[in-house]
């Protein structure tokens, strides 16, 4: 007979932003479980209107934005950041994709991927985003 092993439960966290696709489809914007806390794939609207229409650059800077305001609500900031994922429609746009992340998170170096996708939900997208982020738990207990 073996013996019952005790299991830790963590905590679940989660938050929520103003985007519309949140209800519609049914996520939050971040969660956080144990030290790592993940954003989910975000777009650059602010109020749910698209921002840079037609610029990679700016809609990157604004989605990258709204990830990092969601890492605020558990306080912490572009320096906790240990993975991006980029996603964007069109090749010629990853100069100015590249570029805006170098601003936001040149520093920082986090682990980095690029990919090039057919098209998002809206097509006025150009860019969405995901982080992923460590927080130090130990600290806090």
């Known amino acids: 007979m073996t013996e019952p092993v005790a299991v830790e439960r963590v905590s679940v966290e989660r938050v929520q932003s103003d985007s519309p696709w949140e209800e519609t489809i049914g996520f939050a914007r971040a969660v956080a479980v144990g030290d790592r806390v993940l954003v989910s794939g975000t777009m650059p609207l602010v109020d ?82 995901e982080v992923e982020a460590f927080r130090n738990t130990e600290e806090s207990s």
């Open 48 to 129: 749910g209107a698209v921002q840079g229409e037609g610029d990679p650059y700016v809609q990157a800077k604004t989605a990258f934005e709204n990830s990092l305001a969601a890492l605020e609500r558990f306080g912490l900031d572009a320096s906790s950041v240990v993975r991006t994922r980029m996603y964007v429609t069109h090749a010629r746009d990853v100069e100015d994709v590249g570029r805006a992340h170098r601003e936001v998170f040149g520093s920082v170096r986090p682990a980095a991927t690029l990919v090039i996708v057919s098209g998002f939900v809206d097509s006025r997208v150009l860019v969405e985003v």
